[in-house]
C-alpha cells in the first residue's frame, strides 16, 4: 500500500465516518476524567469484555477517543474546584483555579479546551510524520537522563517558594520525605510505613493528590458562603459567551507557547515510564523560568494554565508511540490497547507499519480526529460549566468530600485509602493555614520516588559510581540546561530591576 497525501485524506474521511464511535466516547471520556480517581485506564478495563468483541478498528478508535477526552476532562474540576482529576492534571489549578475564584472560570475552561485541542492536534500531527525518529528517544533517554528530567520538575519546588523560601523549601523537602514511604527499591525495605502493608507500594498518588488539593479547600471555603469574590459572582452571573470568544482569542495569540509546551509533553509521553504528572510539570516549570512574568504565576497568569494543560494531551500521542513502532506500551491505557490488538491478532513492533499501515496510521489519525470533534463539541459547554462555582459552599464542600473519598478508593479499592486522602486533606487545610505550599508538597510525593527509583538504577548500572550521571552526552546537554533554567530567572530578575532603575532615573531627569 502506497503511503502518500492521498491515503492520508482517504483516512481521514474514514475515521470521521466513525463519528457515531468517537462522540459517545468523547463524553464518557470527559465523565471519567471530571472524576477523581477514575481514569481512562481503568474504565476501559471495565469495558474490556466489549472492545474485545468489538471489530479492532472500532476497538482502537474507542479506547483512544476515550483516553484523548479524559486528559481534557480532567482539567474541569482542576480549573473549577481545585479537584485535579489525574496526576496530569495536577498543575492545572495552579492558575487555572485563581482565575475561576475571580469569576473567569469560563475563560479559564475556554484556555484549556482550546490548548488542550491545540496540543493534541499538533503533537498527533508531528507523530504521524516523525514517527521513527521520535522512537528513538526511547532508547535514548535512559536512567541517566530521566535523573535530570525529575530534577527539572523538582527544581519548580525552587519556583513556588520564590515569595517564601523557607516555607517553600520546607513544603518541598516534606513532600520528598512522603514520597519515599514504601519499601526501598533494592532490598525492599519497608520506611516509615508505621505497620501500614497498604504503604509499602508507597503513598498512593490519588489520595495524596485528591487530599491535599480538594479535601483541604473544601474545609477552607466553606468557611464563605461561596468560593468567588464578590466580583467573581458578578463577572460569573453576567457572563457570555464573549469570555470563551476571549480565552479562545488569548490562546490562539499565544500559539508558539502552545507549540513548545506540548512538544515537551510528545518528547517525555515517548519515554516508557514517564507520564502526563511529569510532562506537565516540567512544561510549566519550563513556562515560568522563560516568562517575562514570572511572579504572576499562581495568580492566574493564562500562561500557567496553558503550559500543563498543552503539555499533558501532547503525551497522549507520545505515549502510543513505543507501543506501535516498538511493541513496548508506554503507559496503562497503551498497555491495555495491546492487550486488545493481541487478542484480534495484531502484533505491534517494528512490521506493524509495514503489514498494517491503515490501523497504524489509523490510531493516530482517529487521534486527530477526535482533538477536532472535542472543539466543536465540548468548547461551548465551557459558559455553563463555570456556573458550578455560584453552587453554595454549604452544598459544595461536602459533594466535593464525598465525591474525592469515593475518588480515592476506586484505583485499589482500599479503605485505608479513602482515611489516607482524608489525613492528606487535614495536612493541606493546615499547611494553607500557616502559609505552606501545598503544591509543593505535592511535587515532591510524585517526583521523589521516580527520581529515587532512575538514581538507583544508574548507580546500580555503574557499581556506585556517582560519575555515571555525567556520562551520558544527552544527560550532560541536559544537565547544561537545568543549569541554565536555574540561574537564569535571577539573570531575567537583576536585569528588569537595572532597566526600571535606568527608566526612572531618565524619567528624574526628564522631570
Not at 482515611?419 to 503544591?439: M, P
Request: proline letters at 5%; glycine letters at 10%; aromatic letters at 10%.
Amino acid at each position: 500500500m502506497e503511503i502518500d497525501g492521498a491515503f492520508f485524506v482517504q483516512l481521514f474521511l474514514h475515521i470521521l465516518s466513525l463519528w457515531w464511535v468517537i462522540i459517545p466516547s468523547i463524553f464518557l471520556g470527559l465523565i471519567v476524567g471530571a472524576i477523581p480517581g477514575f481514569s481512562a485506564a481503568n474504565t476501559i478495563i471495565v469495558l474490556l469484555p466489549f472492545t474485545l468483541v468489538m471489530d479492532v478498528e472500532i476497538g482502537l478508535v474507542f479506547m483512544v477517543a476515550l483516553y484523548c477526552s479524559s486528559r481534557m476532562g480532567a482539567g474541569i474540576p482542576a480549573i473549577l474546584v481545585n479537584i485535579p482529576g489525574t496526576a496530569g492534571a495536577a498543575a492545572t489549578p495552579l492558575d487555572g483555579y485563581p482565575m475561576a475564584k475571580n469569576g473567569r472560570g469560563q475563560e479559564a475552561l475556554s484556555i484549556s479546551f482550546t490548548a488542550s485541542t491545540m496540543g493534541g492536534l499538533l503533537t498527533t500531527a508531528i507523530a504521524l510524520m516523525a514517527m521513527p525518529l521520535l522512537a528513538r528517544v526511547g532508547f535514548i533517554m535512559h536512567s541517566v537522563e530521566m535523573v535530570v528530567v525529575m530534577l527539572f520538575g523538582i527544581s519548580l519546588i525552587a519556583s513556588i517558594a520564590a515569595k517564601d523560601t523557607l516555607k517553600g523549601l520546607i513544603a518541598g523537602f516534606f513532600g520528598l520525605m512522603i514520597g519515599s514511604i514504601g519499601a526501598d527499591h533494592v532490598y525492599a525495605t519497608p520506611r516509615g510505613t508505621m505497620g501500614f502493608l497498604e504503604l509499602y507500594d508507597g503513598v498512593p498518588l490519588i489520595p495524596a493528590l485528591v487530599g491535599l488539593f480538594a479535601i483541604s479547600e473544601a474545609f477552607l471555603v466553606i468557611e464563605g458562603e461561596t468560593i468567588l469574590s464578590k466580583h467573581g459572582q458578578q463577572t460569573v452571573v453576567k457572563g457570555s459567551w464573549a469570555q470563551t470568544l476571549s480565552g479562545i482569542r488569548l490562546t490562539l495569540k499565544k500559539w508558539w507557547h502552545v507549540t513548545w509546551t506540548s512538544l515537551i509533553g510528545l518528547v517525555i509521553g515517548v519515554i516508557p515510564g514517564a507520564g502526563a504528572s511529569i510532562a506537565s510539570f516540567v512544561a510549566y516549570q519550563q513556562s515560568r523560568t522563560y516568562s517575562s512574568t514570572p511572579e504572576a504565576y499562581g495568580t492566574g497568569h493564562p500562561e500557567g494554565l496553558i503550559a500543563p494543560e498543552a503539555a499533558n494531551n501532547g503525551v497522549t500521542a507520545g505515549t502510543l508511540i513505543p507501543l506501535l513502532v516498538l511493541g513496548i506500551p508506554g503507559g496503562a491505557t497503551a498497555a491495555i490497547m495491546m492487550v486488545v490488538m493481541q487478542y484480534q491478532g495484531v502484533n505491534t513492533g517494528p512490521r506493524f507499519f509495514a503489514e498494517r499501515p491503515d490501523l497504524g496510521y489509523g490510531i493516530f489519525m482517529a487521534m486527530f480526529v477526535t482533538y477536532l470533534l472535542m472543539a466543536i463539541t465540548i468548547m461551548p459547554l465551557s459558559r455553563y460549566m463555570s456556573r458550578v462555582t455560584l453552587v453554595s459552599t454549604a452544598f459544595m464542600s461536602p459533594m466535593i468530600i464525598c465525591f474525592t473519598l469515593l475518588g480515592s478508593f476506586v484505583p485499589r479499592e482500599y479503605m485505608f485509602d479513602m482515611y489516607l486522602a482524608f489525613a492528606f486533606g487535614i495536612l493541606g487545610y493546615i499547611a494553607r493555614k500557616t502559609g505552606y505550599h501545598v503544591s509543593a508538597i505535592l511535587i515532591g510525593v510524585i517526583l521523589g520516588p521516580l527520581l529515587e527509583r532512575f538514581m538507583l538504577i544508574s548507580l546500580q548500572k555503574a557499581d556506585g559510581d556517582i560519575s555515571v550521571l555525567f556520562s551520558s552526552t544527552v544527560g550532560n546537554i541536559l544537565w547544561v540546561a537545568l543549569v541554565v533554567t536555574l540561574v537564569l530567572p535571577s539573570v531575567l530578575k537583576s536585569r528588569r530591576k537595572r532597566a526600571q532603575a535606568a527608566q526612572s532615573v531618565f524619567a528624574s531627569g526628564e522631570g
